[in-house]
């Protein structure tokens, strides 16, 4: 069939803790592997000809879980930061973050910001990394940013252009693993139109061929945005 590739797909990567414990494994052993599936989702999605892929990596209600498991996915992220620059740069992704930045330690926010700098000329696909991000807290700080501007009048395009993902084309496919059916507090704003696509597979269990999947079915979606469509 004819791949109708997204523009913009959002992932929700869940299943990695399940996938290590089925597996006799530290919870953590499923964040490194998932990693590497992100980095090879990444890949794929610049191969396919997608200009935008946002993963959720670290939600505003993560700090929750054990601070080790806290300590070590901030690590995780820290090395591939770190290490992946000239990667990214050869294959021509751009990195850009969402979420807040405030909670995040000087260092790593460092890094964040000059990986986003580096990488700002690479234009074959943008990866959103989704760090201490919620969308109700994006939607919050989007209102104070629209107080501070003095804006006297606020409409849905100018009030998008305050949230996180401002100048980048809403989602038209997100795609969840590990069997959950919810949204999550993620991009909440942006997924009003978005196809939605559930598989039981857990993160590190997912890849190209299930990427390209998903992408099948979002390819025989009929997308109507409220509209009738001609028979
Ligand atoms: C969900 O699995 C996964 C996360 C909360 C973290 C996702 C982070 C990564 C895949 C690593 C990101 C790093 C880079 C460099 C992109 P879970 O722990 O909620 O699994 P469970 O529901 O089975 O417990």
């Known amino acids: 069939m004819e791949l109708r590739i997204p523009d913009h797909i959002a992932i929700i990567m869940d299943g990695n803790g ?4 089925k597996r006799g494994m530290p919870r953590i052993m499923g964040h490194y592997r998932g990693a590497e599936v992100a980095e090879e989702i990444a890949k794929a999605c610049a191969d396919l000809g ?3 892929l946002t993963l959720f990596a670290f939600s505003t209600e993560n700090w929750k879980r054990p601070r080790e498991e806290v300590d070590l996915l901030f690590n995780l992220l820290r090395d591939y930061l770190k290490s992946k620059r000239e990667d990214l740069k050869k294959l021509g992704i751009r990195i850009r973050f969402i979420g807040r930045r405030d909670r995040i330690g000087g260092d790593l ?3 964040m910001e000059d990986l986003e700098r ?3 000329d690479n234009s074959r696909l943008t990866v959103i990394l989704a760090v201490d991000y919620g969308g109700r807290d994006d939607i919050v700080r989007a209102v104070r940013r629209v107080i501070d501007s003095g804006a006297r009048s606020i409409d849905e395009e100018t009030f998008s252009s305050f949230l ?3 100048g980048v084309p809403d989602p ?3 795609i969840r693993t590990a069997g ?3 949204i999550s507090n993620f991009i909440l704003w942006n997924l009003a139109y978005t196809e939605l696509y559930f598989t039981d597979l857990c993160w590190p269990e997912f890849s190209k061929d299930e ?3 998903a992408i099948e079915d979002f390819s025989r979606r009929k997308r109507k945005f409220g509209r009738v469509l001609d028979e």
């Open 50 to 52: 997608v200009r935008y």
């Open 172 to 174: 038209d496919l997100l």
């Open 118 to 120: 580096y990488t700002s």
């Open 211 to 213: 990427l390209i999947r």
């Open 164 to 166: 996180d993902l401002g």
């Open 18 to 21: 399940r996938w290590a414990r």
């Open 109 to 111: 926010r460092s890094l």
């Open 180 to 182: 959950e059916k919810r």
